[in-house]
């Protein structure tokens, strides 16, 4: 089975699957394996591991931490550049930033990346990343010097949703980035989840279990948490989105 397929049978089982995003720059290495623990014990499906701005020179051995902390759990890379590679990790969201029009983000990084995926024997998951916009600067928007979709626009996010099917891509990611002002609108997560026939991913900004509850129930396969979650060291918030996410517990 592969680590997409079993992303997909926790979504099956549940609904909706709640992922938590660990960014190596913003957790403290003497934390990640009580962070980790947390995550298995309260209900989250998989980890995503990554960030879109790495100052950390810890992102190697950070990685082996979690996976030797919690051999179970999906672990996915969420790579904000070609440098967040490691065989650690279980699979690797290979994405294209199709909202924006940099060669180096739609194909560019993409063919560098590569060869050293398949030497490692990392999976791949085919993902159109659409960065949607925010109402604050967000990181991404800034790193990846790309305009973010307009947020009031749910046609232009199907559209790309779409064509990202029709390439053959596995999925979309709906993103407002980390710490959004402003979450992907709920209207945007039904329309694009309704209009293509591949799992959507929905996250940046959501800050309470009822936010992401709402893009679930909007049809959201996967909603992803990661900044409340590093501002409030409480498990029990874990607990609480995974219960709100998982629509049919
Ligand atoms: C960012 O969607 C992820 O790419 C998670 O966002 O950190 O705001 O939860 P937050």
């Known amino acids: 089975m592969t680590t997409f397929d079993r992303l997909l ?3 099956d089982q549940h609904g909706s699957a709640l992922w938590v995003l660990l960014d190596p720059d913003r957790i403290d290495k003497a934390d990640l394996a009580r962070t980790t623990e947390a995550c298995v014990e309260n209900g989250a499906d998989a980890i995503l591991f990554g960030g879109s701005f790495l100052i950390s020179t810890n992102f190697e051995s950070m990685i082996r931490e979690v996976k030797r902390v919690a ?6 890379i969420f790579p904000g550049d070609t440098n967040q590679i490691s065989s650690a990790a279980d699979a690797i969201l290979f994405l294209s ?7 180096e983000l739609l194909i560019g990084q993409h063919a560098k990346a590569a060869p050293t995926i398949k030497a490692m024997g990392l999976e791949p998951i085919a993902t159109g990343y659409i960065l949607v916009e925010s109402r604050t600067q967000t990181t991404v928007e800034y ?6 979709l307009p947020r009031a626009k749910p046609d232009i996010a199907m559209a790309h949703a779409l064509a990202a099917e029709y390439l053959g891509m596995s999925c ?6 980390s710490g959004a002002g402003a979450m992907v609108p709920v209207d945007m997560v039904k329309a694009v989840s309704s209009y293509i026939n591949i799992p959507v991913i929905a996250g940046g900004g959501i800050r309470t279990p009822e936010d992401a509850a709402d893009r679930a129930e909007a049809g959201a396969s996967f909603v992803v948490v990661g900044s409340v979650l590093e501002e409030n060291d409480d ?8 219960e709100a996410i998982h629509t049919t517990a």
């Open 9 to 11: 049978a926790s979504r």
């Open 143 to 148: 790193v990846s010097n790309t305009k973010p």
């Open 71 to 76: 051999p179970e759990i999906p672990l996915v």
């Open 97 to 103: 930033m199709i909202s924006g029009r940099n060669p």
């Open 172 to 177: 979309v990611y709906l993103d407002a980035g």
């Open 235 to 242: 498990p029990a918030l874990i607990r609480s989105f995974a």
